[in-house]
């Protein structure tokens, strides 16, 4: 029973296309994240949702689109990709039921690159 | 805001001696502290988390970390370390008040048989 699941694991790409990336939680979880792990495992957050609310968007360009169809799911697409897109991408969710940003569950990882 | 620093990058240590990873937060509120793990391709697990109370927490493979105010620290301990500990750790912090979740840049853990 996976708690956290991205699809797909690996993705390789050329310049230019547009591609993206999902996330699904088993959890009941109502807030999920994107993060973007570079090559020096610096993570960085990307987005979060809470009950399909935008509540965090850090400055990355908008090329990045995230969409939220239901609390469960959490889609990354990603336009026109560069060379610098390249990373690992987790998705993570948690619940905001005790008022507070708490213990995160991670999904696997998806390896982008971007040739 | 809050802010973490993780001081070591890297830290090599042989089998059976102990460890410490070091763990800065700065922050003007209260502020729930945790320690993750990333085991080689693998995502992020928590590994220990203080919330209140007892300012010692412990993990179940014998990992433990103290939370220290007046330092601003939440430094990760292990008396014994095994190969399988072998992984990059991370420190986060978040506000018991808004809805950031900081993490530190890491570090390396490589146990030496």
């Known amino acids: 029973d996976t708690a956290v699941s991205q699809t797909p694991k690996y993705l390789v790409t050329q310049m230019g296309n547009d591609k993206s990336i999902k996330c699904e939680q088993n959890?009941?979880?109502?807030?999920m994240y994107w993060y973007k792990q570079d090559s020096k495992k610096f993570l960085k957050i990307m987005f979060s949702y809470n009950n399909k609310e935008l509540i965090i968007n850090e400055t990355v360009p908008n090329r990045f689109s995230p969409k939220s169809p239901d609390k469960a799911h959490l889609n990354l697409h990603i336009n026109s990709l560069e060379l610098g897109d390249s990373a690992v991408y987790f998705c993570?969710?948690?619940?905001?039921?005790?008022?507070?940003?708490?213990?995160?569950?991670f999904g696997p990882g998806t390896r982008l690159t971007v040739t | 805001a809050q802010s973490v620093t993780q001081l070591d990058s890297q830290v090599p240590v042989f089998e059976e001696a102990p460890v410490e990873l070091r763990c800065n937060y700065s922050?003007?509120?209260?502020?729930?502290l945790f320690w993750y793990v990333q085991y080689p391709n693998q995502g992020l697990q928590l590994l220990l988390k203080y919330l209140s109370g007892s300012t010692l927490v412990e993990s179940i493979n014998g990992f433990e970390a103290e939370f220290n105010k007046s330092q601003t620290s939440f430094h990760l301990r292990k008396p014994s370390v095994h190969i399988s500990d072998t992984a990059e750790y991370f420190c986060?912090?978040?506000?018991?008040?808004?809805?950031?979740?900081?993490f530190g840049t890491g570090t390396s853990l490589t146990v030496i048989p």
């Open positions: 922050s003007s509120v209260s502020v729930y």
């Open positions: 959890l009941g979880h109502d807030t």
């Open positions: 993570a969710s948690s619940s905001r039921a005790s008022g507070f940003v708490g213990e995160q569950y």
């Open positions: 986060a912090v978040s506000s018991n008040t808004g809805n950031q979740f900081y």
